[in-house]
T-cell receptor, first 113, second 110 residues
Framework: NAGVTQTPKFRILKIGQSMTLQCTQD?????MYWYRQDPGMGLKLIYY???????DKGEVPNGYNVSRSTTEDFPLRLELAAPSQTSVYFC????????????FGNGTRLTVT | GEDVEQSLFLSVREGDSSVINCTYT??????LYWYKQEPGAGLQLLTY?????DMKQDQRLTVLLNKKDKHLSLRIADTQTGDSAIYFC??????????FGQGTTLQVKP
């Protein structure tokens, strides 16, 4: 039972570089989410998607982009990485919105220097 | 605006009860959740309560909800070292998305 899989687990970027964080789920969930977790700050929603072809901004979307071409995949793109994007990134999915529980991946720890 | 507040740290001795508290602001939330995060891992759903309930018990876990005060608590009975983790409270906002608290780090001393 794979659930939500994120790659890579760790990455170090130089300022101005770009990268894509991969996320895939095998539960046929419609909803997918990207959060970032900073110490003492909880989780902040970056982007979310309610189905293939549909994406929307969360609380902290600046500096990121997403796409949802399939139900399974929801990659997060960082263009022109900045030190403020140093964080742990979590992808999550749920069957539907509202009260449906979220299933999380194990996270990607990103450092921008 | 929507906000969820938790204390950041709690330390207990093994075998004692732990009580983790949370306050939220969106009175229209239909579900309130507790998630557990172990080191190096993502969040796992621990338990949840529907907003028309006052209490939910699940083995060693008891969730209490005071809607009037917008206060949620998680009690862990007979706390074990394996319960050491970060516990997040979350509410589903009127936009359908989850709003998380900052997380409470529970330290269990042998």
């Amino acid at each position: 039972n794979a659930g939500v899989t994120q790659t890579p687990k760790f990455r170090i970027l130089k300022i101005g570089q770009s990268m894509t964080l991969q996320c895939t789920q095998d539960m046929n969930h419609n909803y997918m989410y990207w959060y970032r977790q900073d110490p003492g700050m909880g989780l902040k929603l970056i982007y979310y998607s309610v189905g293939a072809g549909i994406t929307d901004k969360g609380e902290v979307p600046n500096g990121y982009n997403v796409s949802r071409s399939t139900t399974e995949d929801f990659p997060l793109r960082l263009e022109l990485a900045a030190p403020s994007q140093t964080s742990v990134y979590f992808c999550a999915s749920s069957y539907e919105g509202g009260g449906s529980p979220l299933h999380f991946g194990n996270g990607t720890r990103l450092t921008v220097t | 605006g929507e906000d969820v507040e938790q204390s950041l740290f709690l330390s207990v001795r093994e075998g004692d009860s732990s009580v983790i508290n949370c306050t939220y602001t969106d009175s229209s939330s239909t579900y309130l959740y507790w998630y557990k995060q172990e080191p190096g891992a993502g969040l796992q759903l621990l338990t949840y309560i529907f907003s028309n309930m006052d209490m939910k018990q699940d083995q060693r876990l008891t969730v209490l909800l005071n809607k009037k005060d917008k206060h949620l608590s998680l009690r862990i009975a007979d706390t074990q070292t394996g319960d050491s983790a970060i516990y997040f409270c979350a509410e589903n906002s009127n936009t359908g998305k989850l709003i998380f608290g900052q997380g409470t780090t529970l330290q269990v001393k042998p």
